[in-house]
């Protein structure tokens, strides 16, 4: 009945970076929004942080992607990269513990950039909300420079 004083949430950029439309990333997973809605960041920096508080429920054994629940019950994936996957953890390092509450900032996982791109991969970043059935709106920003655990990326608000 008083929908319009939900609150409003936002995530911040995980990584510095230019933040882009999710149609514009070179992968039809993301580009199409199968995983998920949200924004996504051609990433210039090497340290991927949390973009929100919560708890770190997930880092995949390859550490290319981390997963979070917020205390709102938003569900948020952060896929480092397109294909890094491939990489079996090579270029990537692990700094948080799966299953730890982290704040937002807190760093998660720091990449080697130049091996990274010798290999080939983009860090072109996608950040998603997960679990749209619990998202009643989102907005995410787009074509502008973002710094890692400062700039909002994504505003939303559950149902």
């Given at each position: 009945m008083f929908g319009f004083l939900k609150k409003s949430y936002?995530?911040?950029a995980p990584v510095t970076g230019k933040a882009i439309d999710l149609s514009q990333v070179p992968d039809?997973?993301?580009a199409q929004k199968m995983a998920g809605d949200g924004v996504a960041i051609d990433s210039t920096g090497d340290t991927f942080v949390a973009p929100a508080d919560g708890n770190l429920t997930m880092i995949f054994k390859t550490n290319h992607a981390f997963a979070m629940t917020l205390d709102n019950g938003a569900e948020v994936l952060v896929h480092i990269g397109l294909d890094t996957v491939e990489l079996q953890g090579e270029g990537f390092?692990?700094?948080a513990t799966e299953g730890s509450d982290v704040k937002a900032g807190t760093p998660i996982v720091r990449v080697n950039r130049d091996f990274i791109k010798e290999k080939g991969y983009s860090l072109i970043t996608?950040?998603?909300?997960?679990?749209?059935?619990a998202i009643k709106e989102m907005s995410a920003v787009k074509d502008i420079n973002v710094e890692a655990g400062k700039n909002k990326v994504i505003e939303y608000?559950?149902?």
């Open positions: 936002e995530l911040l039809e997973v993301f390092e692990r700094l996608p950040i998603l909300l997960t679990n749209p059935d608000k559950t149902k």
